[in-house]
């Protein structure tokens, strides 16, 4: 995040002093204040589309939970020997009853 700050500061604080001809102290603060723009959009980014980064208790945790017994999603889902989380495969399902991609099914029911 510095890095990104920093590098942001630099490359805006030229941008201003030499395309748009501003004095050092004029280019050194719209450097700054664009430099903010871009590290808060950064951050802001990492923060909302990466939560799993983020450091904390549930960092690792399966983002599709656990049931309300404490078994894991996996344990149940190859038990009930369902796939709810492929796409067109409703839950409940048998995984082995996908057909072509026209829907057709490829087990006997």
């Given at each position: 995040?510095?890095?990104?700050f920093l590098t942001a500061w630099v490359?805006?604080?030229?941008?201003?002093?030499?395309?748009?001809?501003a004095p050092w102290s004029a280019a050194m603060a719209a450097g700054l204040f664009w430099a903010g723009v871009v590290a808060g959009t950064?951050?802001?980014a990492e923060w909302t589309l990466f939560p799993r980064?983020?450091?904390?208790?549930?960092?690792?945790?399966d983002p599709?939970?656990?049931?309300?017994?404490g078994e894991p999603a996996e344990e149940r889902e190859a038990r009930a020997g369902t796939a709810p989380d492929r796409v067109g495969v409703a839950a409940g399902e048998p995984a082995s009853g996908l057909g072509s991609a026209r829907g057709e099914r490829t087990d006997a029911r």
């Open positions: 995040m510095t890095a990104v490359g805006f604080t030229g941008l201003e002093r030499w395309n748009e001809l950064w951050w802001f980064a983020r450091h904390g208790a549930d960092a690792g945790a599709r939970g656990a049931a309300p017994d």
